[in-house]
T-cell receptor, first 112, second 110 residues
Framework: NAGVTQTPKFRVLKTGQSMTLLCAQD?????MYWYRQDPGMGLRLIHY???????AKGEVPDGYNVSRLKKQNFLLGLESAAPSQTSVYFCATWDSLNTEAFFGQGTRLTVV | KQEVTQIPAALSVPEGENLVLNCSFT??????LQWFRQDPGKGLTSLLL?????REQTSGRLNASLDKSSGRSTLYIAASQPGDSATYLC?????????FGAGTTVTVRA
């Protein structure tokens, strides 16, 4: 039982490059979330999904896009990376039956 | 918009002392509250989950209380050890979103 798996774990991008972060879960949870964590600012919600085919904006959505084509996968895209997007990104899942939130191990992204 | 605040931001105690970490939230219509631990450069480890209908949860040396009406939760760690040094985060779920506090960074001195 892998739980929540994020790919990749580390990445260095040049300004203007694009990339996609993958979050995969095997717990059949309905709700999935993408957060970024910056020093002194806690975890801030970027986008989230309440089910397959749905997405919604969180607190800091600008510069990011997401897709949930399959229930088990939630993708976070950066179309044109900027140094301000240097951060650690966490994926989380939640289900109203289980009620406990589970997190991936994080992706450390540096944009130079 | 849910606002979650954790006080203090940092705490340094000698080994053996009890720890008291506070979390407050502005919207009391929460589904549950969860406490996490995060070590430097690492991911989040779930410590305790308190359902909205519960008043407290215990796991070993950890005890968390929840007062939904006043928008507060407290995490108690008994007889602290150097291995308890980490950042502790509380998160609440309402409107299907998890909202986090900025965390309390704990240092336990040997």
């Amino acid at each position: 039982n892998a739980g929540v798996t994020q790919t990749p774990k580390f990445r260095v991008l040049k300004t203007g490059q694009s990339m996609t972060l993958l979050c995969a879960q095997d717990m059949n949870h309905e709700y999935m979330y993408w957060y970024r964590q910056d020093p002194g600012m806690g975890l801030r919600l970027i986008h989230y999904s309440v089910g397959e085919g749905t997405t919604a904006k969180g607190e800091v959505p600008d510069g990011y896009n997401v897709s949930r084509l399959k229930k088990q996968n939630f993708l976070l895209g950066l179309e044109s990376a900027a140094p301000s997007q240097t951060s650690v990104y966490f994926c989380a899942t939640w289900d109203s039956l289980n009620t406990e939130a589970f997190f991936g191990q994080g992706t450390r992204l540096t944009v130079v | 918009k849910q606002e979650v605040t954790q006080i203090p931001a940092a705490l340094s105690v000698p080994e053996g002392e009890n720890l008291v970490l506070n979390c407050s939230f502005t919207d009391s219509a929460i589904y549950n509250l969860q406490w996490f631990r995060q070590d430097p450069g690492k991911g989040l480890t779930s410590l305790l989950l308190i359902q909205s209908s519960q008043r407290e949860q215990t796991s070993g040396r950890l005890n968390a209380s929840l007062d939904k009406s006043s928008g507060r939760s407290t995490l108690y760690i008994a007889a602290s050890q150097p291995g308890d040094s980490a950042t502790y985060l509380c998160a609440v779920i309402n409107d299907y979103k998890l909202s986090f506090g900025a965390g309390t960074t704990v240092t336990v001195r040997a």
